[in-house]
């Protein structure tokens, strides 16, 4: 017989230990199953329908792929300032993470201190991973930053470490540029 936390042990080690109820239901442990590991500490429930499996080493990037488990939404991934500063692009500071879930999505569930919701239809190709997060790819990232207000300072340093990295073609730095001077054009 299988355990319950074997199993989901397999759908967190891709997750940084972290599980959703529904990754839960969907892979076979059943909700009173899921309760009762939780009341014996074999699971930790961590956010409203997010869960951790002690198992899985801890890493300095379960606070992101936490946030976007939390929204409880399959199209949830960091981005804006969050995407800015794991890309390393920015010497951006942000004060909490944002996520980005589709413009039809009203998140209403408790936990959400420290996130920054957004809503915005992204295409697939303005989606990728980031340490193993769902994330926005750094021009997405850019152009959000550029419309959000981030300081122009920023934003043109993301637009030249990117450049110079060869995470943006000549195309995108070309059109990122002409946008951030348009700003106050």
Same mark, same amino acid.
């Given at each position: 017989m299988v355990d319950s936390v074997d199993v989901l042990r397999e759908v967190a080690l891709d997750q940084h230990g972290l599980v959703t109820f529904r990754q839960a239901m969907n892979a076979g #442990?059943?909700? *009173?199953a899921l309760s009762m590991l939780v009341k014996r500490k074999r699971v930790e429930? #961590? /956010?409203? %329908?997010?869960?951790?499996? +002690?198992?899985? *080493?801890?890493?300095?990037?379960? +606070?992101?792929m936490l946030a976007v488990l939390w929204t409880g939404v399959p199209e949830a991934c960091l981005s804006h300032d969050t995407a800015l500063a794991g890309w390393e692009v920015s010497d951006i500071? *942000?004060? /909490?993470?944002? #996520?980005?879930?589709?413009?039809?999505?009203r998140i $209403?569930?408790?936990g959400g201190e420290g996130y920054v919701l957004h809503h915005e239809d992204l295409e697939p190709d303005q989606m990728t991973w980031w340490q193993g997060v769902p994330s926005v790819t750094? +021009?997405?990232?850019? #152009? $959000?930053?550029?419309?959000? %207000?981030?300081?122009?300072?920023l934003v043109r340093q993301a637009i030249e470490r990117a450049s110079r990295t060869g995470d943006l073609t000549a195309g995108q730095t070309d059109e990122l540029t002409r946008?951030?001077?348009?700003?106050? /054009?």
């Open positions: #442990v059943s909700q *009173p429930r #961590v /956010a409203h %329908g997010v869960y951790r499996v +002690p198992q899985v *080493p801890v890493t300095q990037f379960d +606070p992101f500071n *942000p004060t /909490a993470i944002h #996520v980005t879930v589709s413009a039809r999505r $209403q569930r408790a750094i +021009p997405t990232a850019i #152009v $959000q930053c550029l419309d959000t %207000g981030v300081p122009t300072y946008r951030l001077e348009a700003r106050y /054009a």
